[in-house]
Nanobody
């Protein structure tokens, strides 16, 4: 599975951005897709995820501001980010997770896209 994220950039506090992640390869075996971020000097953290069945999950810090969605027809994952705050500044990564019948997991990562929230 190959993942290509795009849509990052510089935005003022309170603004919006939409990230996209184009997936290719054996995506039919993917169970969960998600967005992670890594703020400067900090560890990578989960932002939001969505299962193949459409169940979503959000970090408390973005709940109500960010929306994750997927377009299965075009194999694309999105993250709509509204009411952005300076603390949302980070490199955002697209992730795809495959869970096997023995519960082992295989993660796929795309290259990150930088989001900077600053006035």
């Amino acid at each position: 599975v190959q993942l290509q994220a795009s849509g990052g950039g510089l935005v003022q506090p309170g603004g919006s951005l939409r990230l996209s992640c184009a997936a290719s390869g054996s995506i039919f075996n993917i169970n969960v897709m998600g967005w992670y971020r890594q703020p400067p000097g900090k560890e990578r953290e989960l932002v939001a995820s969505i299962t193949s069945g459409g169940t979503t999950n959000y970090a408390d810090s973005v709940q109500g501001r960010f929306t994750i969605s997927r377009d299965n027809a075009h194999s694309t994952l999105y993250l709509q980010m509204n009411s952005l705050k300076p603390e949302d500044t980070a490199v955002y990564y697209c992730n795809a997770l495959r869970v096997f019948s023995d519960s082992s997991r295989l993660n796929f990562w795309g290259k990150g896209t930088l989001v900077t929230v600053s006035s």
